[in-house]
């Protein structure tokens, strides 16, 4: 049961996401429930409890902010990752997916195909950077950094 069953973005105090941050919201967090690993390995030999896990994602003090509890609500984790390392993929990310966002609607298939190769290859750059910042704290697989990179790209925008 190493994977997340529930995730929650603290929006609360960000800006409303334009209909297309909102939609690659929705399909980041979709795709996430659908299918994940995530596991939280033991830290200074301490027991970890087992998943699946709910994990809330939130921006505090200019910091990413994990806070993992258990299906039943207890605590399993808290980790604070700094935003540096993520800012020029995040900014990368939207200034590519503006592109892209713009190219559906007015080029042909064989210039989208183009600009959407690039935007996977920045996505996965960013789940790169995802899974060595949580190295120690939590281990994820390629496809679940994805997803989760999505999120951190959503929170980051409106911080």
């Keep these: 049961m190493s994977r997340i069953c529930h995730i929650e973005l603290d929006d609360a105090n960000l800006p409303a996401p334009t209909p297309e941050i909102e939609q690659e919201r929705k399909v980041a967090m979709f795709d996430l429930m659908e299918e994940n690993s995530f596991t939280l390995p033991s830290r200074e030999g301490r027991d ?81 950077i995802l899974e060595e910042r949580l190295e120690g704290k939590a281990e994820i ?6 997803r989760l990179f999505t999120l951190i790209c959503v929170l980051h925008f409106g911080s």
């Design 48 to 128: 970890v409890p087992d998943g699946p896990y709910r994990v809330g994602l939130s921006i505090r003090e200019k910091r990413l902010v994990f806070t993992v509890t258990t299906d039943a609500g207890a605590p399993a984790a808290e980790f604070h990752l700094s935003l540096s390392p993520f800012r020029q993929v995040v900014k990368d990310y939207w200034a590519i997916c503006e592109s892209y966002f713009n190219a559906v609607k007015n080029m042909p298939p064989s210039q989208i195909e183009t600009i959407d190769m690039a935007r996977r290859g920045i996505h996965n750059e960013g789940a790169r």
């Design 141 to 146: 697989d390629t496809d679940t950094g994805r």
